[in-house]
C-alpha cells in the first residue's frame, strides 16, 4: 500500500510544525527563570513579588545555629537599608498576604513585620500544611515609617529549628514624613 503524495506532505508539514514547536518551546523555556526550591511570595493587593532566602538564611535545610541567624538578621538590615530587598509599593488600604512553597508549608512557617507596639505585628502565626497566609490589611501590619520590612520564616514545628528566612520590604505610599519644624537650638553660652 502506498501513501499518497498529499499525505505525506500533511506528515511532513506535521513533523515540521511539531519541531518549530519544541524547538520554540526549549527556546522560551531556557529563557525562563529556573524553577525554585524554597521560594516565598508576598502578595500586595493584586500583584505579587517573590524571594528566595539569602545565601546566609538557608543552610540546605538542616537548622540555621545562632551565628548564622545573627548574620543572616544583620544582612538582611544592610539589604534593606541599601535597598536591596524585594520591594512592594503598598498603601493603607491594600491588603498583604504571605505565600511559600509546599516544601516549607510541610516544614512549618510564620511571617511577620516590624511594626506594631511589640515591635512587630504578626502577619501569620504557625502554619503547617498551608502554603498562604491569607490577605489581612495594610493598615495594621505597617511601620509608622516609609518602610516596613516583612520576614517569612521556615521552622520545623517539631523542634522550633529555624531552616529558613526571607525578607521583603513595603514601601509605604501613603507615608507622609513629619513636617513639624525643629525649635532651634539654644546659643551656646
Known amino acids: 500500500m502506498s501513501l ?6 500533511a506528515l511532513g508539514a506535521v513533523v515540521v510544525i511539531g519541531a518549530g514547536t519544541v524547538g520554540g518551546s526549549i527556546a522560551y523555556a531556557s ?10 511570595t508576598l502578595t500586595v493587593g493584586r500583584s505579587s513579588i517573590h524571594a528566595e532566602p539569602r545565601a546566609l538564611c538557608y543552610n540546605d535545610g538542616k537548622p540555621l545555629d545562632k551565628d548564622a541567624l545573627a548574620k543572616c538578621q544583620a544582612d538582611a538590615k544592610t539589604a534593606a537599608d541599601a535597598g536591596q530587598l524585594p520591594t512592594s509599593d503598598v498603601t493603607m488600604s491594600d491588603r498583604i498576604g504571605v505565600g511559600v512553597d509546599p ?7 510564620f511571617s511577620f513585620t516590624d511594626a506594631g507596639q ?4 504578626t ?8 502554603t498562604f497566609s491569607g490577605l489581612l490589611p495594610a493598615a495594621g501590619l505597617l511601620a509608622t ?4 520590612t ?4 521556615e521552622a520545623d514545628e517539631k523542634n522550633g529549628d529555624i531552616l529558613a528566612a526571607w525578607f521583603f520590604s513595603l514601601n509605604n505610599k501613603d507615608f507622609v514624613a513629619s ?3 525643629q525649635s532651634p537650638a539654644p546659643p551656646a553660652q
Request: aromatic residues 2%; proline residues 4%; hydrophobic residues 25%.
Open 118 to 121: 511589640q515591635g512587630q505585628t
Open 31 to 40: 529563557g525562563q527563570d529556573k524553577p525554585g526550591g524554597r521560594v516565598a
Open 179 to 181: 513636617t513639624v519644624p
Open 145 to 148: 515609617t516609609q518602610k516596613t
Open 150 to 153: 516583612v520576614t517569612v520564616v
Open 123 to 130: 502577619l501569620s502565626s504557625t502554619r503547617k500544611g498551608s
Open 103 to 109: 516544601g516549607t508549608a510541610d516544614k512549618g512557617w
Open 4 to 9: 499518497s503524495t498529499r499525505v505525506i506532505a
